[in-house]
Structure formats: structure tokens, C-alpha cells
Nanobody, 129 residues
Framework: DVQLQASGGGSVQAGGSLRLSCAAS????????INWFRQAPGKEREGVSC????????YYADFVKGRFTISSDNAKNTVYLQMNSLKPEDTAVYYC??????????????????????WGKGTLVTVSS
């Protein structure tokens, strides 16, 4: 069965750090771009970061550049998002999603919500002032 499981969320103070994990099962992450999206209260879902190991490609939204780092461990079939220097505006539910790179609707790691093949359940990140 195909599954994406996001974990690692929690509550931290501004300036703190968290590491999110996205564990895949039922498929291997090598052939997928693994994305992180987030949705803050009252706002639209937005792209945060992406990694595609087969393309040796990563993406970071401007608002996280220099603070967040995405990485993959193919042996564990898991993608991580290291989140440093967290700000209150980072408060959101964070989701991971998989995009098959050989699909006709794959447009690369560029933060788009379009064309995701699998979605995981979100993990809540709360950053206080």
C-alpha cells in the first residue's frame, strides 16, 4: 500500500528548530520529487521545499531560503526538512507529497501544488513569539 507519513511537528519558540520527516512506503522515493507544503490558518496552501534525487534537484521558497534544508535518505526511503530560525509566520500544518518524475504532468521541483500523486497527512508546527 502507498503511504506517506509526515512527523516531527511540535511547538517551539521563535528562533528554535524542528526536523520534519516524511517516510514513504509502497514506493521508492528515487523516482519521485518529494515536496513539502504548508497551510497556515486562514491562508492557502503553499510550496515550501522539494527534492528530486533522480534529477539532483532541490527547491526552496524564498521565505525559507537560508533557514530550511531538505535532504533525503534513500536507504530509509525518507525525506527530511530541517527547519532552523523558525518564525511565528512559519506556523502551519506541514504536508509532504510525492510527484512521479516520469509523469506527463510533472513540472519539476518548483513548489507547485499541481500534479501531486500522493499526499500524506499533515503535521502541525506552531511557533510562538
Amino acid at each position: 500500500d502507498v503511504q506517506l507519513q509526515a512527523s516531527g511537528g511540535g511547538s517551539v519558540q521563535a528562533g528554535g528548530s524542528l526536523r520534519l520527516s516524511c517516510a514513504a512506503s509502497g514506493f521508492t522515493i528515487d523516482d519521485y520529487a518529494i515536496n513539502w507544503f504548508r497551510q497556515a490558518p486562514g491562508k492557502e496552501r503553499e510550496g515550501v521545499s522539494c527534492i528530486s534525487s533522480s534529477e539532483d534537484s532541490t527547491y526552496y521558497a524564498d521565505f525559507v531560503k537560508g533557514r530550511f534544508t531538505i535532504s533525503s535518505d534513500n536507504a530509509k526511503n525518507t525525506v527530511y526538512l530541517q527547519m532552523n530560525s523558525l518564525k511565528p509566520e512559519d506556523t502551519a500544518v506541514y504536508y509532504c507529497a510525492a510527484d512521479f518524475v516520469y509523469s506527463s504532468n510533472y513540472y519539476g521541483c518548483q513548489g507547485s501544488l499541481y500534479g501531486m500523486d500522493y499526499w500524506g497527512k499533515g503535521t502541525l508546527v506552531t511557533v510562538s513569539s
